[in-house]
Every structure is written in C-alpha cells, then in structure tokens.
Nanobody
C-alpha cells in the first residue's frame, strides 16, 4: 500500500502562486511515478504533471507548461507542484497519484486539495 497526503491548497488571486505538496509513504518500490491531476468544477479529472521518481524530469499538460513546475525531495519522499501565474481556470481539486507499475495506471490517490483562484 502507498499513502499519499496532499497539502498546500487554498485561495489565491489570479496571477498569484501556490505550492502543493504530496508526501508519499508506505510500501517502497524500486521505481515509480507520481502524478498530479485536477478536477475542475463540472469537468472530468485531467492530467497536470508527472515525474518518474528515478529520473526526475517531469512532463506537463500543455495548459500548465511554463507556469507549473513539479519537483521532488528524495529525502522527504515528497513531490511538489509549484503553480505560478495562476488563472481562474486553474480552480480545481488537485490530486496526487502513484503509478507503481509504470504502466500509466495510477493505483493510489491522495484525498485531494482545493485550489481556488479568484479575480
């Protein structure tokens, strides 16, 4: 089992910044991927960013490229999502998820953290 705990959501004005954290614990694997997803009001959940733990080079959805940065702290088993230049359309519940089989299927999910961007 893998436990994922997100934190760092909140209310921010458009153009502002927030940093989300996702702390992973539980069973360890030789390699796995962690991803960030979001679900905007009335929309389906969508991919935001992903990093393979042992490689550390993330990839991003086009909608957040250049504004969001995903990075990790190996010692803390934590990944972060630095969100800059936030837009109203970034308002969503953000989820962290783990792909332990490296197949693109995320078997473990955090509880989510709300990000609200106001005008």
């Amino acid at each position: 089992q893998v436990q994922l705990v997100e934190s760092g959501g909140g209310l921010v004005q458009a153009g502002g910044s927030l940093r989300l954290s996702c702390a992973a614990s539980g069973r360890t694997f030789s390699n796995y991927a962690l991803g960030w997803f979001r679900q905007r009001p009335g929309k389906e959940r969508e991919f935001v960013a992903r990093v393979v733990w042992n490689f550390g080079i993330p990839n991003y959805a086009d909608s957040v490229k250049g504004r969001f940065t995903m990075f990790k702290d190996n010692a803390k088993n934590t990944v972060y999502l630095q969100m800059n230049s936030l837009k109203l359309e970034d308002t969503a519940v953000y989820y962290c998820a783990a792909d332990i089989t490296m197949t693109g299927r995320y078997d473990y999910w955090g509880q989510g953290t709300q990000v609200t961007v106001s005008s």
